[in-house]
């Protein structure tokens, strides 16, 4: 497996996927600078966290006016290759309309930055297979911007086609408004395409992939990728 | 050229924490004849446009590809001014 990190001006969790990816879990990693015009051929686009344009109008809108990159990127969906959108990644995927719904301000209204606890919703995924049914992680989260929202088309859709990746949880698994930190609908952390290859959470796994970090659970992700 | 002014706002159906946090601080401050508030975002856009109409019709596109979000927020096109040709002075540094 190869993979690339998209790099936009104001991505600021870049190097983390970089390290994490190369250093950690031993996948050969390049950069993608957003202007490159040569997009290389990967398996895996990891779209970092950070602010993008500054979150400018709305957090992840501007990238979507970089036609050339999102063809590419658009491209390499098509041909069933692997995408994961981290928190502004996945503000961007949404964005641009590779996944469904939007974000909304954290119903409290504060940047929120610390560990929660995950429910994995289905390992029926590239991301997810190596993870337990309904397995726990414990991931950070450092948002502003991560109240989910979707009609309740949309939502159904998610349901039916068994496409919410991870729900916000207590420890124990228990779904609650006081498990949920940002005020998501469903309590949706994560999400999956139609065809199962974009995966969107606001979680950060490449800041928990080293015991040093306090949690490992992030692995799980880079290696159900690894199969 | 014309100076065309854009609102957006959260659709009516969606929560607006900062509308409500600033309404209940407007009434601590004595303005009890408040009693709803919605917060926004003003754009003012300068467009290079034969006619208003016109003016009006790009504006709105460029709501629907980047200025709002369809899905959580609506926009109004609120006010279309002739201000002369060629200026595009909206003032602070390009």
Redesign the interface.
């Given at each position: 497996m190869k993979a690339a990190v998209l790099v936009f001006p104001g991505s600021n969790c870049d190097s983390d996927c970089f390290y994490v990816l190369n250093e950690v879990m031993g996948i050969p990693t390049q950069y993608i600078w957003h202007k490159d015009k040569n997009f290389p051929r990967v398996d895996l686009i990891i779209l970092p966290g950070g602010f993008s344009y500054g979150d400018y109008i709305r957090a992840g809108v501007i990238a979507k006016a970089l036609a050339p990159t999102m063809e590419a990127l658009n491209r390499h969906i098509k041909e069933g290759r692997l995408v994961i959108g981290i928190c502004n990644g996945f503000q961007i995927l949404l964005e641009a309309g590779f996944l469904p719904g939007a974000m909304l301000r954290n119903r409290s209204l504060s940047f929120i930055c610390k560990h929660i606890f995950l429910r994995t919703e289905t390992t029926n995924s590239p991301f997810t297979r190596d993870c337990a049914d309904q397995q726990i992680l414990n991931l950070p989260i450092a948002h502003g911007e991560g109240n989910y929202f979707c009609d309740t088309d949309t939502l159904k859709l998610l349901q039916d086609g068994d496409r919410i990746a991870f729900r916000y949880s207590s420890e124990e698994g228990k779904l609650g408004d006081e498990f949920n930190p940002n005020g998501s609908v469903n309590h949706i952390a994560g999400i999956l395409n139609e065809k199962r290859n974009v995966l969107g959470m606001m979680p950060h796994p490449e800041r928990s992939s080293e015991a040093i970090l306090s949690s490992e659970d992030g692995r799980k992700i880079w290696e159900s990728l690894l199969g | 050229m014309y100076k065309v002014i854009v609102n957006v706002t959260?659709k009516d159906s969606?929560?607006d924490?900062?509308g409500t946090?600033g309404l209940h601080a407007l009434n601590a401050l004595g303005f009890q004849d408040v009693k709803g508030m919605r917060v926004g975002?003003y754009f003012i856009l300068m467009v290079n446009s034969a006619n208003e109409t016109y003016a009006k019709e790009r504006a709105e596109e460029m709501c629907q590809k980047?200025?709002a979000?369809p899905?959580?927020e609506k926009y109004s096109v609120d006010k279309v001014n002739f201000v002369g040709i060629g200026t595009n002075n909206l003032g602070g540094t390009p």
């Open positions: - | 959260l969606i929560l924490p900062q946090t975002k980047l200025l979000n899905i959580i």
